[in-house]
């Protein structure tokens, strides 16, 4: 199978620009997780949804949010973009009990 | 969620194994041991995970303490490719939001 994909890779942004991330699970797999990684918070976690919805969220502000679609696939949105969101992107799917599996992120660069 | 403690930095010669540490005194029954590692900022690489027995697969040992307070990774053969960030996660089987400290930075030498 193949594994989770994750568009883009890179991308810069302004400051108070919005941004769209998209994630394609492993086939199969209905729980899509989205993680924001940074040098100074490590790993964080930003929400789960689970055949299209949100079933946990991290604690972020409300300009992180996200959506599934009926296939599984996965978007985050993040607006307003201030400097602090730069930041590797990680998406994770699973099965319904099973293991997370990762992308390969999006690092996004906001100046 | 339980916490986990790892040392920050190892080193390992090339061809011996590695052992990685994890530390978990307030896991409860229900949770499992997982373990993740992260090779230059890629996405983090599944490597093995355990409830109560020890566990192996073509990548890894985890060996569990009887009394489920620590744990360790074993890497039978380590080679320059497993240098990365390894991390311990404790995760409870209704809550799959993964809480991530900051992981032991394993690097293999030749």
């Known amino acids: 199978k193949a594994g989770v994909t994750q568009t883009p890779r890179y991308l810069i942004k302004t400051r108070g620009q919005q941004v769209t991330l998209s994630c394609s699970p492993i086939?199969?797999?209905?729980?899509v997780s989205w993680y924001q990684q940074t040098p100074g918070q490590g790993l964080q976690f930003l929400f789960e949804?689970?055949?299209?919805?949100?079933?946990n969220k991290g604690n972020f502000p409300g300009r992180f949010s996200g959506r599934q679609f009926s296939n599984s696939r996965s978007e985050m949105n993040v607006s307003t973009l201030e400097l602090g969101d730069s930041a590797l992107y990680l998406c994770?799917?699973?099965?319904?009990?099973?293991?997370?599996?990762f992308g390969p992120g999006t690092r996004l660069l906001v100046l | 969620d339980a916490k986990t403690t790892q040392p920050p930095s190892m080193d390992c010669a090339e061809g011996r194994a590695a052992n990685l540490p994890c530390n978990h005194s307030?896991?409860?029954?229900?949770?499992?041991v997982y373990w993740y590692r992260q090779i230059h900022s890629q996405g983090p690489q599944y490597i093995i995970h355990g409830l109560k027995n020890n566990e192996t697969n073509e990548m890894a040992s985890l060996i569990i303490t009887e009394d489920r307070k620590s744990s360790t990774l074993i890497l039978p053969h380590a080679t320059l490719r497993d240098t990365a960030v390894y991390y311990c996660i404790v995760r409870g089987d209704s809550n799959y939001q993964l809480i991530w400290g900051a992981g032991t930075k394993l690097i293999i030498k030749p």
């Open positions: 994770a799917s699973r099965e319904s009990q099973e293991t997370q599996y």
């Open positions: 307030t896991i409860s029954g229900n949770e499992y």
């Open positions: 086939s199969g797999h209905r729980s």
């Open positions: 949804y689970f055949s299209e919805t949100q079933r």
